[in-house]
C-alpha cells in the first residue's frame, strides 16, 4: 500500500546540482524516519541522509557541507539537495520510509556525474 516514488536523477557534470524528490502515497506524518540511500555497483547500500519525524536530521560523511534534506508536509514529498556533486557521487539514490520496526523503499533514481 506504501508507495514511494523518486525522481530528478539523470546526468550532471562535476560541480553541478540536482534535487532529488519523493513522493509518498500517504501522509507523511505517518513515517518515524524518512531518508535517501544510495548504492552504486560493488557496495553496499549506503546512508546518504536522513531525518525524523521531530525534525533531526544526518548525513553520511561524504556528502555534509553538500547535500540537504528536507520535507514538504502539504506535498507528502521528501527533497535531498546536492551540490557540489562529484563523480564518486554517481549511484542509484533510493528514498526510503520507516514506520514503527517496517521499512519501505522506492525503485531509486540513477544519478550519474561526469563530464
Known amino acids: 500500500q506504501v508507495q514511494l516514488v523518486e525522481s530528478g536523477g539523470g546526468l550532471v557534470q562535476p560541480g553541478g546540482s540536482l534535487r532529488l524528490s519523493c513522493a509518498a502515497s500517504?501522509?507523511?506524518?505517518?513515517?518515524?524516519?524518512m531518508g535517501w540511500y544510495r548504492q552504486s555497483p560493488g557496495k553496499e547500500r549506503q546512508l546518504v541522509a536522513e531525518?525524523?519525524?521531530?525534525?533531526?536530521?544526518n548525513y553520511g560523511e561524504s556528502v555534509k557541507g553538500r547535500f540537504t534534506i528536507s520535507r514538504e508536509y502539504t506535498k507528502n514529498t521528501l527533497y535531498l539537495q546536492m551540490n557540489g556533486l562529484k563523480p564518486e557521487d554517481t549511484a542509484v539514490y533510493f528514498c526510503r520510509a520507516r514506520r514503527i520496526a517496517m521499512n519501505y523503499w522506492g525503485k531509486g533514481t540513477l544519478v550519474t556525474v561526469s563530464s
Open positions: 500517504e501522509s507523511i506524518f505517518s513515517y518515524n524516519n
Open positions: 531525518i525524523t519525524s521531530g525534525g533531526i536530521t
